[in-house]
């Protein structure tokens, strides 16, 4: 029955054009990608292909340009070089900006706290009499 119900839930997510994936990804997106860019320049498939490779594939970004180019906007990652790869294909590469290295520092205590919060709510146990 309970599955059922997560099926049906799933399905009106689905229908309503987001899950509750979707949503905490758009959340996470700029904090991950600015993560990445922390250890090393790199271009747009090297970055979802370690997202995923880290995750087990559970972490799967398809759409990673709009979130570069808001970071972008906002001063926390740039174009660095394009590279020509040996397949002769030219890769523009991102980095990260000295304001994003900052910025990524705010997103981690921000995201730990949230995350704090979030698990005190859900193991929270009320007492006897309490509602």
């Known amino acids: 029955m309970a599955n059922k119900k997560s099926k049906e839930n799933e399905e009106q997510n689905r229908d309503a054009g987001h899950t ?13 990608v600015l993560r990445l860019l922390s250890e090393d320049s790199m271009y747009v498939y090297q970055m979802q292909q370690e997202m995923a490779q880290r995750s087990g594939g559970r972490y799967v970004l398809s759409l990673l340009y709009p979130v570069l180019y808001r970071l972008a906007k906002q001063g926390y990652a740039q174009e660095g070089e394009k590279r020509i790869s040996e397949d ?12 994003g290295r900052e910025y990524l520092e705010i997103l981690k205590a921000e995201f730990n706290e949230m995350m704090q919060a979030v698990q005190d709510i859900m193991e929270y146990e009320p007492e006897e009499g309490e509602c």
Do not use: C, H, S
Request: net charge positive; charged share 30%.
């Open 20 to 32: 509750f994936e979707d949503y905490v990804k758009r959340a996470l997106n700029p904090m991950l």
């Open 88 to 99: 002769n294909r030219v890769r523009q590469y991102y980095e990260i900006t000295p304001a």
